[in-house]
Every structure is written in structure tokens, then in C-alpha cells.
């Protein structure tokens, strides 16, 4: 009877040190999200706090419009209180980081094992995110405002997280009524980075306000043509205040309900065939 001889396998130490790509990718992803909604929310009250001792640093001689530079929050020469006198600063740099880092680890998943071109790009959202978050970044201004769709969108991804990293991407994910709301503020507070954005360059608060509008409102054409919940809120708006357009207007009006509605119809045509073909 012939012996059996039994197998051995060892373990290869250099692939016991080699870790998964795609479970680094996921941890990026999520610490991201979480810099961006944990201190986000954390700038944000030290925001609304300076918001509301407004009467501090500004002279009602001029109706509040002026601000006194030279105040300070804090007064100590100490470097550790001139680093908390930063902490806003910083924090909301790095909620900003955290967009960079989510945003780039799903566009390279989305692109992974392709050459997307400068067009594909320019109709990704998630490029136009990233484009926004570099503005915001280098821009002059940190504000409320221009962090919180990041913040809703992060917490939307979290959320929903264990069916982004886990489901099988041919199964859709559950959307929820208040995910609903929660897009439809987001689209609002888009919308409201605009008007933010022109009283500002209006009032004249800094110097580069009107540069950061342009450029804002041309990536938000970008989210016009191939956002549809940016596409859903604008058509929305656009019936609800027909009613106020004179007469005289009425047709240039339904010009630009007809483009957006063709713009929905676009992209609705435009998944049913990347889904046909995936």
C-alpha cells in the first residue's frame, strides 16, 4: 500500500504583509466622509457663535456693515491660544479635506480600468464636487454655507454606507423619504451658496467674492446639465414662481423650463443605456 505523504503548505510572509487595495480604498472613503460631517458641524458652531456676538466686531455707526479688524476672539499671546484662535481655520480646511479624499476614491472607482476623458469628467458630480471643494480651499472666505452640501452629502453616504461597500452593484440602493429631503436640501443649499455668494460681492466682504461667483456658477451649469437632483429642484422652483413671471416673460420662461426638462429626459436616456451596456 502506497504511503500518503501529506502536504505542508507555508505561509508566504510577504503576501501575509501585503494588504487589500480595496479595503484601503474603503477606510480613505470613510475616514473622509467623516472629517467632512464631523468637522464641518464643528466649524459650524464656532461660525454661528461669531454670527451671534456680531455686535462685537461691528459698528452699529454703520448699520453693522463694517467690521473692526482689529478685534480679536482671543486675546492671549500664548501659542497655544493663538492655535485655538486657527482651530476654524483649520477645521474647516480639513472638512474640506475630507471631500478630496471620499471624492477621488470614488471617481477612481468609477474610472478604475479606464481612460476617461476631459468631457467625462466634466459631466461627473463627483468631479464637480471636487472642483467646488478647490475653490472653497484656495478661495478667500470660509463660511457655513459653502461646507454644508458637503456635510449633507456625507452624512447620505454614511448612512448608507454598508450598502455602498457592500451591495452588488448591479442592486440599487434604497432611497428613503428623507433621503428624498435630504437631496432636495441639498440642491436648495447649493442654490443658497449663489445668493450668499452675490450679497457678498454686493457688500463687498472680500476681494475675491465676485471671482468665486463666476467660477461657482459655471460649475454649477456643469451640475445643471448632468445633476438630476440639481435639474429636479431648479424645474421645481421654476413652476412655483411661474406665477409671479409677467406676462410679457412668459415665453422666455417656459425656455428655460423646456431646457432643463430636456436636460432631465438626457440624463434619464443616458443611464437607461450605460445600465443597458454595463
Known sequence: MAKTIKVVRKKDPKKK???????KQKLIWKIGHVLTLVFGLVFSITYFYHALIFFKYRSWKWLFLRVNKNYSFIQSRKWYM???????????RLSLIGVFMSESVTMQQNWV???PTWSDLLSSENFHSVLIACLWFFGGGKSFYKL????????LHLTKMNYELNADKEKSIPVTPRDKKLLHLLAYSELLVILALTLDTILFKTGTSGFM????????WLRLNFSPYA???????LVKFEKYV????????????NFVYLKMKEHEKRTKEVARYA
Open 246 to 257: 409677467p406676462k410679457q416673460h412668459k415665453s422666455k420662461w417656459h425656455v428655460i423650463k
Open 113 to 115: 480600468g479606464l481612460n
Open 17 to 23: 504583509n501585503q494588504s487589500d487595495p480595496l479595503a
Open 231 to 237: 435639474q429636479v429642484t431648479v424645474l421645481e422652483l
Open 213 to 220: 461667483l463666476i467660477i461657482y456658477v459655471g460649475i454649477y
Open 82 to 92: 493663538k492655535l485655538l484662535g486657527w482651530s476654524p481655520q483649520i477645521m474647516y
Open 148 to 155: 454644508l452640501p458637503f456635510m449633507i452629502l456625507s452624512y
